[in-house]
């Protein structure tokens, strides 16, 4: 079982950055790929960034690209989620997940995804 905690969240006004933070228990294999989601008010939970522990880019939802960046630290098996040009819409518990998977691309988690407890994004207009 692999657990992730999350760390970073907070309240920002329209314009500003945060930084998330997810720390993997334990080292999971090149073939695993590391996301994040987001969960706002009354809506479903959806994909935001993902990467691949052995890639060096990710992938983006169309909501985020140029806004949001997803890097990792592979010796503090740690993934990092750099918010900027926040916008209130962007609101939401932001949660950490990983899954044994080749690509964050149109990834939909199932049975084998592993999730943090979630970190509160709150941007005020």
């Known amino acids: 079982q692999v657990q992730l905690v999350e760390s970073g969240g907070g309240l920002v006004q329209a314009g500003g950055s945060l930084r998330l933070s997810c720390a993997v228990s334990?080292?999971?294999?090149?073939?695993?790929?590391m996301g994040w989601f987001r969960q706002a008010p009354g809506k479903g939970r959806e994909f935001v960034a993902g990467?691949?522990?052995?890639?060096?880019?990710?992938s983006y939802a169309d909501s985020v690209k140029g806004r949001f960046t997803i890097s990792k630290d592979n010796n503090e098996n740690t993934v990092y989620l750099q918010m900027n040009s926040l916008k209130p819409e962007d609101t939401a518990i932001y949660y950490c997940?990983?899954?044994?998977?080749?690509?964050?691309?149109?990834?939909?988690?199932?049975?084998?995804?592993?999730w943090g407890q979630g970190t509160q994004v709150t941007v005020s207009s």
């Open positions: 997940a990983t899954e044994p998977r080749l690509s964050a691309t149109n990834w939909i988690p199932g049975p084998g995804t592993s």
């Open positions: 334990r080292r999971t294999f090149g073939t695993w790929t």
């Open positions: 990467i691949r522990w052995s890639g060096s880019s990710g």
